[in-house]
């Protein structure tokens, strides 16, 4: 490794995804295995995203993060994972230009300044985990040269949240839950790319930027611990709607695809209802547009309700 002073950065772009048959609830709290596989679609990457720049430097002095310009802390056991997992599998780094040697035995001593910014609302229930830690592994896979296929680098990134191993791919991609105890068969993959409905439109309507009371960590903990319609929906519902769902987007099945979605969607909040406390993640601004949707669906022409 050389002695000056240098820096060594990578800047990466992820978008979030958006779930059609959500996940909710572990079975494993520490690794981030689900209950259920679940399936989801990628939005384009300069819509809802993240962008992150990973560096790292003999100046620094020990790891450090900035989300949206705030410094936050890394000591978590989600960031820790990451980290720990990607320089487990660091490479040797050469830039010839600026004369900088990386060895794979150095990683465990150089401290990363990592700087992310979403450009939508963090914590607000569109996903910001998940474009984050997708971005944040993807990144710092890039800067330590890590030779690992996507599927590989999505149960590292299920380690920072459950639903950011979806990111790593585009288009469609299942989470398949997995059945061994360390979670390595609990892996993201495409089950379409971006061109394979290349007409589908996924418009977010942002009803609140405020972050959410609930956390979806916590709260799936709770529903996990309190709700019995979960379990029923985990072992019962998802496993057929899951092969449904791939049949929809195989035959790209317009009516299928936005009936399964809005059932499992409405199932999701039903298990939030049941869940004790009851949680509550939609406003009366959400209710309207599901009516709105709904009364469309049935008419012709455009439906005339008043928000
Ligand atoms: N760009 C980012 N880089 C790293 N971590 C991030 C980033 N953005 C968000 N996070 C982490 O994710 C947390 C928010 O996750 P949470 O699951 O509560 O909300 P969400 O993902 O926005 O909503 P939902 O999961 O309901 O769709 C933040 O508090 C932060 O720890
Ligand atoms: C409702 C959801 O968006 C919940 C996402 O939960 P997270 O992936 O944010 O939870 P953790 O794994 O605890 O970080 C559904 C989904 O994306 O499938």
């Keep these: 490794m050389a002695t000056e002073k240098w820096v060594f950065m990578v800047t990466a772009q992820t978008p979030t995804n958006i779930a059609v048959i959500k996940y909710w609830g572990k079975r494993d709290e520490v690794r981030i295995l689900p209950v259920n596989d679940s399936i989801s679609v990628t939005l384009d990457p300069d819509h809802l995203c993240t962008v992150t ?3 790292v430097s003999p100046a620094f002095d020990r790891d450090r993060m900035w989300l949206n310009g705030k410094e936050i802390s890394l000591s978590g056991s989600r960031y820790q994972n990451c980290l720990r ?6 490479g040797d ?10 060895r794979k035995k150095d990683w465990e001593k150089l401290n990363l300044h990592i700087a992310s910014h979403n450009n939508f609302p963090t914590a607000a229930g569109l996903a910001s985990s998940a474009a984050g830690f997708a971005c944040l592994v993807f990144s710092l896979a890039k800067l330590m040269n890590v030779d690992e296929d996507p599927s590989h680098l999505s149960a590292i990134a299920r380690q920072g949240s459950g639903s950011a191993c979806r990111s790593l791919f585009g288009g469609f991609v299942k989470w398949t839950m997995g059945s061994k105890e360390d979670g390595s068969d609990s892996v993201a993959v495409q089950l379409a790319d971006e061109k394979h409905w290349d007409d589908l439109v996924i418009i977010i309507a942002v009803v609140s930027s405020r972050q959410k009371e609930t956390s979806s960590t916590s709260g799936m903990r709770e529903s996990v611990e309190t709700s019995l319609l979960l379990q029923h929906r985990a ?18 099945d317009f009516a299928s695809f936005t009936q399964l979605t809005c059932t499992d ?3 999701f909040h039903a298990v939030c209802l049941d869940t004790s406390p009851p949680i509550f993640y939609m406003n009366d601004t959400s209710h309207r547009i599901i009516s709105l949707v709904e009364k469309w669906n049935r008419s012709e022409g455009t439906p005339q309700v008043k928000f």
């Design 93 to 102: 780094v050469e830039d010839m230009e600026k004369g900088i040697k990386i």
């Design 235 to 252: 072992k019962e519902v998802v496993p057929k709607r899951i092969l449904q769902m791939e049949e929809a987007i195989k035959n790209r």
């Design 53 to 55: 720049t990973v560096a």
């Design 85 to 90: 997992e990607i320089r487990g599998r660091a």
């Design 265 to 267: 969607s409405n199932q």
